[in-house]
């Protein structure tokens, strides 16, 4: 049985305690044996190990083997830059290794110090790590739950356990044995657990788990052992990198093999070989991929969203499911009173969150307050009835005390009520504090000579007590019951509010004068408030534009069922025939179970930090991009096993945030529909990138191949193959990274998680422009020497040909589909330009002596560049064909 079930006898004897607590000598007996209170230290991990790590990825392979090749080749600035990204990536991976850690650390920082307990039958105060189980310890308002505690004693106990559990109201205490099984935190009623915060009233308790045996130390545990997933990119590279890999190393071969057959000398063709492989290599994508990536934290940066992995970019672009807690991150975490009930009369209330701005309405028509008395009775008994504080901090209201008190200030506010004159009118001289136990809390008020008792409270307990209505008439119970129903069934909290006048002689309130019900001594009944948690009104619309861009939105919270519903029909995440699956359920089902419910559910309710972390692995088994967003310590589980985290900035907690990849600094999210878009144009760019690049080194190897098969000299020497290289792919490759979105890219679905970097129709055209491009280029080197030109020259014909043909496809990489002729010249200044620097290059490679000496190159004439300049447009022509068919091709579909 778990604590909660058992009586206090059974505990005591299991512990082997008493109600006067432990000696000092059994204390130190206990912490020997079973260690301190505090979470558990796992050995540091070997920062050396983690760095070699890093180097475990067989694109770094291919770069290293490129690095060692281009010193081999005595290209040394090459090999500086190329081994300059491999330490960069080693470096960064390095220290994204560190965040479990850092989790577990943010924990212990959120944990007590300090906590009174009774020791030798005396009370006194010790660090909280010495805490041992049978300790007795004292609860009260404004601490922290030093562990998890089974109550002995409560008095008027709330606890604010939102941090752990994630519901928004805080929770009444009791200290009596509950028997049902199967309860998740929010629900045993009976248990403080470490961590959470004690709101108002004090409890006596003892100590039934300590340490990593909590509630807290079982996150700490789930932070820990949950596995970290490889982002999707990360995957899409390896795959990737695999594929070239094997490619350039068929191809060199094939490439040295034909040569050697043609009668080319084995070190001419090995050093021609190896060139073709340096160029084939697309050694400048992983640190194209950093810079796409780091482009997209900047925008991501303006928008509230702070990357904390950059891989973390691309894989909310290809998200498909988001889970996303109710509290705080849905909704303000501000009770707001939405409705008021008079008995005869229904009221609107405007505005939303902690502000007294908004107009009260019946009908949809504003009110004159003062013309309606039997409403200002409702909204002054809220405000007089009442422990909390309302209070300004940094030009911001805040509540001193239970947020549904504070509703009820704020909602008096909106009708004119003035806290302090009230006060003073209607002078508080007893109260009889809220207990869930008599479902109501009541107020002794002296006005103007008389005596007034106020009381709120349980709709149904309140009526109990009621003789009739603030019209004078006969209460009428179903009519009033009908009426919180329909407020329930929109999500609302609902409380009643009765009064009575009493005779001047009262002077302290009991449960007796209270309860009286008889005719003549009952209350009036004076109305309802109806009140919910404010939903964020950006967060509706970012709901709707995921909807559009293919993405699920489902709500995991702690929340009742029907607040959960009703909020989930609110912001259009199920409708009213959708089921929702509670806690309970889900505590019951098998993980196949869970498995096959999954895609169908959509709200979760009265969740656990377990069944939350059950939810995202069994998403994730189906294949699932799963991004999970929360801000209490019971989603960092989740957080940490999603394929990315998404914490809030301003409410959420440290661990929420360690555990996460990206943070909201607005607490908004409507800020994840703008970085799902910047993650979209992040992978957009970088197959742009690699379109731009794989064609070129297919074209230099191809060339080479037909240019042997054919019977005619290698088009290019070794140097002139590197410096394609250069002047090709070191400014346009970068250039495009900073291609802006294109249109519709939040209107197309996700893509398939098992989607490579090279699509099928990117591989298709690759292939035609791989092609097209050697061809073009042996054509104008066969046609040079044919028409007389010397080898030097053909071949500085050839080079030239191969590099306009980069130029040409740097402009049709920029768009998939879109004509290139739609696209402005400058709505990427950085292509532009680049593409004019790589003109001047290629100039200087042409016409600089010194430069012609390096390369072997000869002038050309202005025929010459006429002919090159006709051949390499071929590249735009054929691809525009191909976008046109395909565009046609989907317009058939539509």
């Excluded at 005869?344 to 701005?357: A, I, T």
């Excluded at 009708?415 to 006060?423: F, R």
């Amino acid at each position: 049985m778990d604590w909660y079930q058992q009586s206090l006898k059974e505990i005591y004897d299991k512990l082997g305690t008493t109600e006067r607590g432990l000696t000092s000598e059994e204390v130190k007996k206990r912490i020997e044996k079973y260690g301190k209170n505090k979470l558990s230290e796992e050995a540091k991990i070997n920062r050396l190990k983690i760095f070699l790590h890093q180097f475990a990825s067989p694109l770094i392979y291919i770069l290293i083997i490129s690095g060692i090749i281009t010193i081999f080749l005595r290209e040394y600035i090459d090999a500086g830059v190329i081994f300059a990204v491999v330490i960069i990536n080693a470096v960064i991976g390095y220290f994204q290794e560190y965040k479990a850690e850092q989790s577990v650390r943010a924990l212990k920082k959120m944990l007590v110090s300090r906590a009174k307990v009774l020791r030798d039958g005396v009370e006194k105060e010790v660090n909280s790590e010495e805490l041992v189980l049978g300790d007795i310890v004292f609860l009260y308002s404004g601490i922290r739950v030093p562990a998890d505690v089974r109550l002995i004693h409560t008095s008027e106990l709330k606890i604010d356990e939102s941090i752990l559990t994630g519901e928004s109201l805080s929770v009444e205490k009791h200290h009596h044995t509950i028997k049902e099984e199967n309860l998740i935190y929010s629900d045993q009623k009976n248990m403080a657990f470490m961590g959470t915060i004690v709101v108002s009233g004090r409890a006596k308790g003892v100590v039934v788990e300590t340490g990593m045996n909590t509630a807290f130390g079982k996150i700490a545990r789930h932070i820990k052992e949950a596995k970290a997933v490889k982002a999707p990119l990360q995957d899409k590279i390896t795959r990737f990198a695999n594929a070239i890999g094997i490619l350039v190393l068929l191809s060199s071969a094939m490439l040295f093999i034909a040569g050697l057959i043609v009668g080319e000398s084995i070190k001419y063709m090995f050093m021609t070989a190896v060139a073709a492989a340096v160029a084939a290599i697309p050694e400048g994508l992983p640190v194209i991929v950093t810079i796409v990536l780091a482009i997209g934290v900047a925008r991501m940066a303006k928008h509230n969203a702070v990357i904390r992995k950059l891989h973390a970019v691309e894989t909310l672009g290809s998200t498909t499911v988001i889970g996303t807690d109710k509290t705080g991150t849905l909704t303000k975490n501000e009770m707001t009173v939405k409705v008021v009930y008079d008995g005869k009369n229904l009221y609107e209330v405007e505005g939303s969150g902690y502000e007294p701005v908004g107009k009260i309405l019946n009908k949809g028509l504003p009110v004159n307050i003062k013309e309606r008395k039997h409403l200002i009775d409702v909204l002054r008994i809220g405000l007089l009835c009442n422990e909390s504080n309302v209070y300004i901090e940094n030009g911001q209201y805040k509540v001193e005390g239970d947020p549904t008190e504070g509703a009820l200030i704020f909602s008096a506010m909106k009708a004119g009520l003035i806290t302090e004159e009230e006060k003073e009118n209607y002078y508080q001289i007893a109260i009889i504090p809220f207990e869930s136990e008599r479902g109501y809390m009541a107020t002794l008020h002296k006005h103007k000579g008389k005596n007034y008792l106020f009381v709120k409270g349980a709709p149904e307990r309140v009526l109990d007590m009621c003789a009739k209505d603030n019209f004078k008439e006969e209460i009428n119970r179903e009519k009033i019951l009908q009426e919180v129903e329909e407020f329930a069934k929109k999500g609302l909290r609902v409380l009643a509010f009765a009064y009575r006048e009493v005779s001047e002689e009262v002077e302290e309130l009991t449960c007796k004068e209270v309860e009286k019900c008889d005719h003549a001594s009952g209350l009036i009944f004076a109305g309802l408030q109806g009140m919910i948690d404010p939903p964020r009104p950006e967060a509706i619309d970012a709901i709707r534009e995921c909807k559009r861009a293919g993405i699920r939105v489902i709500m995991i919270t702690g929340d009742h069922a029907v607040t959960a519903k009703a909020i989930g029909e609110m912001f259009g995440i199920s409708d009213s025939k959708s089921k929702v699956l509670t806690g309970k359920e889900l505590a019951k089902m098998t993980d196949e179970e869970l498995f096959n419910k999954v895609k169908e559910v959509s709200i979760y309710a009265r969740v656990s930090p377990e069944h939350k972390l059950r939810i995202v692995e069994q998403l994730k088994r189906h294949g699932e991009i799963v991004a999970v967003t929360g801000d209490g310590v019971n989603d960092a589980p989740a957080l940490k096993s999603a394929h990315i985290g998404v914490a809030m900035g301003k409410s959420g907690t440290d661990v929420a945030r360690e555990a996460s990849d990206m943070i909201l600094t607005d607490d908004n999210f409507a800020s994840i529909f703008h970085a799902v878009r910047e993650g979209r144009i992040v992978f957009d760019n970088i197959r742009k990138v690699t379109f731009f690049l794989i064609p070129t080194g297919v074209a230099s190897i191809l060339s080479i191949i037909i240019a042997i098969i054919l019977g005619t000299p290698i088009p290019y020497v070794p140097a002139q193959i590197l410096w394609i290289n250069l002047v090709t792919n070191a400014l346009q490759d970068v250039a495009l990274a900073f291609e802006p979105g294109e249109k519709g890219v939040l209107k197309r679905p996700p893509r398939s998680p098992k989607e490579g970097i090279m699509s099928r129709l990117l591989i298709e055209r690759t292939i035609i422009v791989g092609v097209l491009i050697s061809a073009g280029v042996v054509f104008n080197f066969i046609n040079a020497l044919e028409n007389g030109a010397s080898l030097e020259k053909a071949r500085t014909i050839a080079v030239t040909t191969m590099v306009f043909f980069q130029f040409f496809q740097a402009w049709n990489s920029r768009s998939e589909y879109e004509s290139i002729f739609k696209l402005s010249l400058l709505s990427n200044p950085f292509l532009f330009f680049s593409l004019i620097a790589s003109f001047i290059a290629q100039l200087a490679f042409i016409y600089v002596p010194a430069l012609q000496w390096i390369f072997r190159t000869e002038p050309i004439s202005i025929t010459d560049w006429q002919k090159v300049i006709l051949v390499a447009l071929s590249v735009i022509i054929v691809v525009e064909i191909d976008k046109w068919l395909r565009r046609r091709n989907m317009l058939k579909v539509l």
